[in-house]
């Protein structure tokens, strides 16, 4: 689109629309323990990104969380609502660690779980993936302008999650929340051959935003074109622009968080999942 569109502008139910799109690429990464009689207690480690190289599947993260995950044993995956959340044995797992720096908020912070096929195929079953070799050379070389669409931080959200007793007294049962923040990026910025994106919240908006943006890690950065349709808007292919890895200390000044780009994903990622190491 040419025209500046205002969020204002937009119908609640494009949003809802979105969000559920973007969830279906979207997974939390959960440690369950047992507690005892039977009862287990889950725990948000984090958050990931269903992509695809070629035949390779993969979830798409930052190396701090991929540095948390249990290396041996069940690794709980939550991939939809369900009393049960998934586990997948590490056996058929490979953490791949593609770059991890000195600073928390400088960066680079990537990492990948690279999924055995059987296991891959089963989750796609329930979710979709991004398949990073079909966008790989448009995102490259001719990505859209920042300001085509609308951009959602898309993740789980550690201060939302929920604990509720279990109405017979046996027990809690915890909810983990899915959550989209809505706006648009600051330009890339490129350190040593990362790109980086900003992405602030308002003065405006900080009194909705999260106090704490924990568990959104590893978590995606989206752009999604829109259309106009008549006298409204429909949104095109959500384009998976960056991995969310920090979140600024929210202040009166400040608030928001920073994700890798573009090309740390096409480029970087898209050769550390395929086996051409970056």
Request: aromatic fraction near 8%; glycine fraction near 12%.
């Amino acid at each position: 689109m040419d025209d500046l569109v205002l969020l204002k502008q937009l119908p609640p139910v494009l949003f809802d629309e979105v969000t559920r799109d973007l969830a279906s690429y979207t997974v939390a990464f959960v440690r369950v323990d047992e507690i005892g009689d039977g009862h287990r207690k889950g725990q948000l480690l984090g958050s990931g990104i269903l992509v695809s190289v070629n035949d390779t599947r993969a979830i798409l993260t930052a190396d701090h969380v991929l540095e948390v995950l249990p290396k041996t044993g069940p690794l709980g995956v939550f991939l939809e609502k369900t009393s049960e959340p998934r586990t997948l044995e590490t056996e058929g797992l490979i953490f791949r660690s593609i770059a991890h720096g000195k600073g928390d908020a400088e960066g680079p912070d990537m990492g990948a779980v690279i999924i055995a096929p059987h296991v891959g195929t089963a989750i796609a079953a329930r979710k979709s993936f991004v398949r990073l070799d079909s966008q790989r050379d448009r995102m490259l070389t001719d990505p859209p302008e920042l300001r085509d669409g609308v951009w959602f931080a898309q993740g789980f959200l550690e201060e939302r999650t929920v604990v509720i007793p279990d109405p017979d007294g046996s027990g809690t049962t915890t909810r983990f929340y899915n959550f989209s923040g809505v706006g648009g990026p600051d330009e890339a910025l490129e350190v040593a051959g990362y790109d980086y994106f900003e992405f602030p919240v308002t003065h405006e908006s900080r009194s909705e935003a999260p106090l704490s943006w924990g568990g959104m890690s590893g978590g995606g950065l989206w752009q999604v074109p829109l259309e106009r349709q008549g006298e409204g808007f429909v949104y095109l292919r959500p384009l998976l622009s960056g991995v969310l890895f920090y979140q600024w200390p929210t202040t009166d000044t400040q608030c928001g968080v920073r994700a890798h780009g573009r090309k740390s994903i096409y480029d970087i990622a898209y050769r550390a999942i395929s086996g051409r190491e970056p």
